[in-house]
């Protein structure tokens, strides 16, 4: 196989907290469905033999007693009280990755062909391709309080090349201080980046295999 695929579970749904007081997030609920069962069908269909999953005891409980798959399901379980990232995770697993990788997030429900994502990596023989979402206006109503507003996630700054394809600068508005800093190299390079900061992260990954071993190399690299 080309890619391995790897299923991210091990958040505990911060933003969705009166939900995941009882029930894991990966295990929520949607039409009928555990939320992790989606990004796994989606690899199923698409031919995938096997999937790595990270996640926790109790989430595997659950995918060992209840999901009827025949793609293989390599389960593996962190500690509960360990808070990993994307980056952290993949190095958790890193004895296991032996190609390129293709990660996707758990609570990841989406009608996109996944060959178009893996076809633009390819054909760009980027270093990581990454799937992105539109945003949602920053407040929206709350149901059944007339009048009254929420805020919505916080944004991410999306930097791009002319083309619009290659990604140059990537951070959340929460991990930044007052100054949005972009590395000399990377202007010298590219003198003019478009900024976005109506797109989201949909957390579906994919990643040459060397991207890892740089991850592993420096594990102060944050996810």
Not at 135 to 150: D, H, L, N, R, T
Request: overall charge negative; proline content about 5%; glycine content about 6%.
């Amino acid at each position: 196989m080309e890619f391995q695929a790897v299923v991210m579970a091990v958040g505990g749904g911060s933003r969705m907290t009166d939900l995941t007081s009882s029930i894991p997030k990966p295990l929520l609920p949607v039409g009928n469905k555990p939320l992790i069962w989606y990004p796994l069908n989606l690899l199923e269909r698409v031919g995938f033999e096997e999937v790595i999953v990270v996640t926790t005891k109790d989430v595997q409980k659950a995918l060992c007693a209840e999901f009827k798959m025949k793609m293989k399901l390599d389960i593996v379980c962190i500690p509960d009280e360990a808070d990993m990232g994307t980056a952290d995770s993949l190095r958790h697993i890193y004895p296991k990755l032996k190609t390129d990788v293709l990660v996707l997030s758990c609570d990841l429900i989406t009608d996109v062909a996944l060959h178009e994502v893996v076809d633009l990596f390819r054909a760009y023989d980027a270093s990581l391709a990454m799937l992105m979402r539109k945003g949602q206006e920053s407040i929206e109503p709350v149901p059944g309080q007339k009048g009254k507003k929420k805020p919505v996630e916080q944004r991410d700054f999306i930097g791009v090349d002319s083309t619009g394809k290659r990604l140059l600068f990537m951070a959340n508005e929460a991990d930044l201080d007052e100054e949005l800093v972009i590395k000399g190299s990377i202007l010298q390079k590219h003198p003019r980046i478009h900024f976005h900061t109506g797109l989201v992260d949909a957390h579906l990954y994919c990643l040459k295999k060397y991207v890892v071993d740089f991850l592993m190399e420096n594990s102060e690299q944050p996810s």
